[in-house]
């Protein structure tokens, strides 16, 4: 047997920064980036896409427990620059940024906790970062893909920004 997909089962609970994987809140299934491990063994993930959120890149605590489907940390990330993507250009809804330590992801805190503001996923480093560098190019387009095979193959992205109708 030859498969194409590096999709494995993997326990919440065993779950590392960086990992983009799979979830169903209940409507079916949701894109995720793990942020953090919190002190209580919950995780911090960032939602990438859900039938289940209003708008795409926003944050969600979820409680230890349960399985989900990972593509591991080695999945692609490809930005398209634009005329948009240049140190200092104001783009209020931009979801990824050029900073100098690489690109950072933002996630919203969505409409239940909007008096927090947004976290920011280091994905060079797979960490937290406190803020946006004062020196930032947004990138308006960008497109998520499994693995390496995946990206060449040019099959459809796990998720695009902005969002394509299909």
Known sequence: MIRKSGLV??????????ELIRHDF?????????????EDKSK????????DFTSPMQYYVKRPGGKCLTYGTDWVLEEVHGPET??????PHA???????????????????HEYGPVYFNLAESNLQQALG?????????????????????????????????
């Open 134 to 166: 004062t020196s930032v190019a947004p990138v308006l387009c960008w497109r998520l893909w499994s693995d390496q095979d995946h990206f060449e193959n040019r099959e459809d992205p796990l998720f695009e920004m902005p969002q394509q109708e299909r």
């Open 44 to 51: 911090l993930f960032g939602v990438v896409t859900s039938p």
């Open 95 to 113: 979801k990824l940024f050029i900073d100098e330590g690489g690109p950072v992801m933002a996630f919203s805190p969505g409409e239940r906790h």
């Open 9 to 18: 089962i993997k326990q919440i609970n065993d779950l590392e920064p960086g």
């Open 86 to 91: 240049s140190i200092g250009a104001s783009q």
């Open 26 to 38: 209940g409507s079916g299934s949701s894109l995720l980036l793990v942020l953090e491990k919190l």
